[in-house]
């Protein structure tokens, strides 16, 4: 039964010294009225109430134990408030993690005016490109690019991500440009080893043709900014997200390949573990990434539109 129950229970009948009141002002009958305050001395072993037809009286440790009880009841209606109260309000440290090129160019911006808005929280960010064990290492909430496999966590798409093949201009004068997904078996393709859509690189144009190929080449790495770095040096051609490429094709130093084919467009997903109520410095959190990117700013001229 309810500890706090019998508590506020045995304290309405020695405050109001009958049972029949105490049980109207708690809309209880007063046989539960009763049941609460005997499991309460059954639990205690000790005699709280002296009962008699008429009226009820405090024992000696009765009286001493009602002082105490009504502490406990009060320290805990201060609790329940000040967490009604976080849920409104939030406060305390968020610890987040997100992929190392993503947080860089793009999460790492949303935190100071997330701050601003909610100046009672503080933010611990740490980046890295595996996929992280929350509850393990400790995490309140994660950004996560692409498929997602642990069914555990409750995932919400906060943006979406499209992904572009690029080369440098020097490689594609070396090895030519190719016009067909098909022609990428004989160039140099640079893998990403964390990719979560898999071995194969996937297209589909506006006719319904759809085509796969395995990529093969002489660099892979853990890391899209890594790649790319390499095919502006010309080592070969690469498979990586807008956010990424964005920036190279304004500036020239990538060219984008194959504009009429599009491999399956990705998203960004914020998960965090399931539980019955989650806190208002993750839900907010939340939000305020789909509110921000509800148009992405990292989105290429020619990508479908959001959403």
Known sequence: MDRFALLSTFIAVAEAESFSVAADRLDLSRAMASKHVQALEDR??????ERTTRRVRLTDAGRRYLERARRLLHDFEVAETEARGERLAPAGLLRINGPVSFSRTHLAATIAPFLRRYPDLSVDLTVNDRV????EEGYDVAVRIGRLTDSTLVARRVAPVGLHLAASPEYL????????PSDLIDHACLGYAYSAEGPSWRFANAAGEEASI???????ANNGEVL???????????LQPDFVLGPHFAGGSLVPLLTDWRSPEIAVHAVHHQSRHVS???RVFID??????RVPPWRIDGDPSPR
């Open 173 to 180: 004068a070396l090895r030519g440009t190719p016009r067909h």
């Open 288 to 293: 305020y990434l789909a509110e921000v990117w």
């Open 44 to 49: 205690l072993g000790v005699k709280l109430l």
């Open 132 to 135: 992280v064990d929350l509850l």
């Open 228 to 238: 790319t770095e390499a095919a502006i040096a010309g080592a070969g051609i690469v």
């Open 280 to 282: 208002a410095k993750i």
């Open 214 to 220: 395995r990529p093969r080449g002489p660099m892979s």
